[in-house]
């Protein structure tokens, strides 16, 4: 069984920083995987943000670009997400996700407001 822990999440005033962190725990490793985060604001979808290949390619989604960096460190088991320059739009709860696995995390609250 994979389970996905999420943390770092809290509030934030605008122009702000948090630092996500995804553990991932059960008989599995991650390097082999792809992984993602995504985020869901009321009233909206849930949405991809960024995600990365097992071979550490990055991508992300338009409205995050060059103020997010997703990142992996298979030996811990875990992908951060480096949040910058936040924005009152980026509140949502963000979700960790694999894909190979179908396996979300039970999701982490992020509030941008001043």
């Known amino acids: 069984q994979v389970q996905l822990v999420e943390s770092g999440g809290g509030l934030v005033q605008p122009g702000g920083s948090l630092r996500l962190t995804c553990a991932v725990a059960?008989?599995?490793?991650?390097?082999?995987?792809?992984m993602g985060w995504y985020r869901q604001a009321p009233g909206k979808e849930r949405e991809l943000v960024a995600q990365?290949?097992?071979?550490?390619?990055?991508s992300y989604a338009d409205s995050v670009k060059d103020r997010f960096t997703i990142s992996r460190d298979n030996a811990k088991s875990t992908v951060d997400l480096q949040m910058n320059g936040l924005k009152d739009e980026d509140t949502a709860v963000y979700y960790c996700?694999?894909?190979?696995?179908?396996?979300w995390g039970q999701g982490t609250q992020i509030t941008v407001s001043s």
């Open positions: 996700y694999a894909p190979a696995y179908g396996a």
């Open positions: 059960g008989s599995i490793s991650i390097f082999n995987i792809n």
């Open positions: 990365i290949t097992r071979r550490g390619t990055a």
